[in-house]
T-cell receptor
Framework: RKEVEQDPGPFNVPEGATVAFNCTYS??????FFWYRQDCRKEPKLLMS???SGNEDGRFTAQLNRASQYISLLIRDSKLSDSATYLC??????????FGKGTSLLVTP | DAGVIQSPRHEVTEMGQEVTLRCKPI?????LFWYRQTMMRGLELLIY????????DSGMPEDRFSAKMPNASFSTLKIQPSEPRDSAVYFC????????????FGSGTRLTVV
């Protein structure tokens, strides 16, 4: 079983919609959590860290549920520019990041 | 800051040839990581260095792969001999030791072995 699991999608949503992605991780000792964004044929870029208390950055909200070992990302008021692959990332050691395979989002006009 | 710099951006080589990928981390970052990305397997950690010392190379697929970090500003990943199944995008990333702020990735090297 892969350490970080995500629904690959694709999620096709209209502009302005709200969309949510979930991700589960297998190691209960995991310490740090992130969401990365990867555009087609580009490198992954850090979108936001995920904190136990939940955190928000503009239209993006991340939540962590340690008991159930899942992480979520909510995108409100989707923009065309949000189209990308969203990678769920978990760190067990504080050094090496384990990446999910990503969830593909396509926002349509 | 120029970010993490990788070269070459693209590499096409014949099976059996030696391939060397290069990476310059962000100045001041003391952790460096090599990842490989394929459609089938996603992003896989190959090796990471802390203060130029290899810490975990358990992800290196086999003896054909080797990585070095001779100083804080340069690392190489070498494949010898290359095989078609090595075709992938190879990313280098760097971070501060704590990793609390995530990593910064380079633009990657797209390797095709024919």
């Amino acid at each position: 079983r892969k350490e970080v699991e995500q629904d690959p999608g694709p999620f096709n949503v209209p502009e302005g919609a709200t969309v949510a992605f979930n991700c589960t991780y297998s190691n209960s000792a995991s310490q740090s959590f992130f969401w990365y964004r990867q555009d087609c044929r580009k490198e992954p870029k850090l979108l936001m860290s995920v904190y136990s208390s939940g955190n928000e950055d503009g239209r993006f909200t991340a939540q962590l549920n340690r008991a159930s070992q899942y992480i979520s990302l909510l995108i409100r008021d989707s923009k065309l520019s949000d189209s990308a692959t969203y990678l769920c990332v978990v760190s067990n050691s504080g050094y090496a990041l384990n990446f999910g395979k990503g969830t593909s989002l396509l926002v349509t006009p | 800051d120029a970010g993490v710099i990788q070269s070459p951006r693209h590499e096409v080589t014949e099976m059996g040839q030696e391939v060397t990928l290069r990476c310059k981390p962000i100045s001041g970052h003391n952790s460096l990581f090599w990842y490989r990305q394929t459609m089938m397997r996603g992003l896989e950690l190959l090796i990471y260095f802390n203060n130029n010392v290899p810490i975990d190379d358990s992800g290196m697929p086999e003896d054909r792969f080797s990585a070095k970090m001779p100083n804080a500003s340069f690392s190489t990943l070498k494949i010898q001999p290359s095989e078609p199944r090595d075709s992938a995008v190879y990313f280098c990333a760097s971070s501060l030791s704590t990793g609390e702020d995530g990593y910064t990735f380079g633009s990657g090297t797209r390797l095709t072995v024919v």
